[in-house]
């Protein structure tokens, strides 16, 4: 792609809308817009040939696009810097409700900066996604990116029996993954108190370590999760947390659970910022 010269002082980046383009969209440093994103900004905000709207190509990705006088043309003006959100990326593993409750989990989980959600399938799991419902989830979630101006759109995968969800964790008992089970255990601690005491580790590690950390959150399905799956997910390394005395909806839980690891990963993305990128001395 050729770099033009550009001052980004010609625009506000916040304020300009976002556009996920998929690969086979790009040639050199033009891009052929789909019928719909055409639609959307030129008819709905109105957006007119030579104005700016900022392309995701990819997770940290991110170009300055002009909109090009020809139908369904623009082309890349300049790349962006795109510091990630959260140092840390954070995958959600959910047993979808049944309904359509959990399009908007994809939604807001999305808007809160999930990097990867994998529905899995429980016991008390009633709702069998088809591949039409998985291909709504992930438009959700694109469309979501791009109206929180996210970085990028969060894999969506396959639903996954929590056998096999949780096979793979067995063997990966290492530091700086933390992997917490959502349970109505009382006796369980607060998530919330679980993620304060992991900052200080998370912000000890170096620049090059911090880079293998990632918190994984489950949820389990409406009615809770059975005893024996329970004991399954602590043993292949889950620790058991709770998120209060109330008892919370499959929909609702996921969002709860995932703002207050929002809040530490945006506390934690500040420090190690400020520690790994010291501000220059006078």
Same mark, same amino acid.
């Given at each position: ?110 808007? =809160? %900066?999930? !990097?990867?959600? #994998?529905?899995?399938? &429980?016991?008390? /799991? ?69 993620? =304060? %005491?992991? !900052?200080?580790? #998370?912000?000890?590690? &170096?620049?090059? /370590? ?73």
């Amino acid at each position: 792609m050729a770099l033009l010269s550009h001052s980004l002082k010609e625009f506000t980046l916040p304020q300009l809308p976002r556009l996920v383009i998929a690969p086979e969209q790009i040639t050199g440093d033009q891009v052929t817009l789909t019928p719909p994103q055409w639609h959307y900004l030129k008819q709905v905000l109105r957006l007119k040939g030579g104005e700016s709207f900022i392309s995701l190509i990819s997770p940290g990705q991110q170009w300055l696009t002009q909109l090009g006088p020809k139908v369904h043309s623009a082309r890349f003006l300049q790349a962006l810097a795109a510091p990630r959100e959260w140092s840390i990326p954070v995958t959600l593993i959910a047993a979808p409700p049944k309904g359509n409750y959990f399009d908007e989990v994809v939604r807001m989980a999305t808007e =809160l %900066g999930v !990097a990867q959600i #994998i529905p899995v399938q &429980t016991q008390r /799991t009633v709702l069998k996604p088809s591949a039409q419902r998985l291909d709504r989830w992930r438009r959700i979630a694109q469309e979501a990116t791009e109206q929180s101006h996210g970085q990028g759109v969060p894999e969506i995968t396959e639903v996954i029996p929590l056998a096999d969800v949780i096979h793979p964790q067995i063997s990966v008992n290492t530091l700086g993954q933390y992997r917490y089970l959502c349970s109505l255990n009382p006796q369980a601690p607060l998530l919330w108190n679980q993620l =304060l %005491g992991i !900052a200080p580790e #998370i912000l000890s590690l &170096t620049a090059s /370590t911090l880079d293998q950390v990632r918190i994984t959150v489950m949820i389990g399905p409406e009615g809770g999760w059975t005893p024996s799956e329970e004991h399954s997910c602590i043993t292949a390394g889950f620790h058991a947390v709770s998120l209060g005395r109330r008892v919370l909806r499959a929909a609702t839980a996921p969002i709860v659970a995932l703002s207050l690891v929002a809040a530490v990963c945006y506390e934690v993305s500040a420090l190690s910022v400020s520690a790994y990128c010291p501000a220059p001395s006078a």
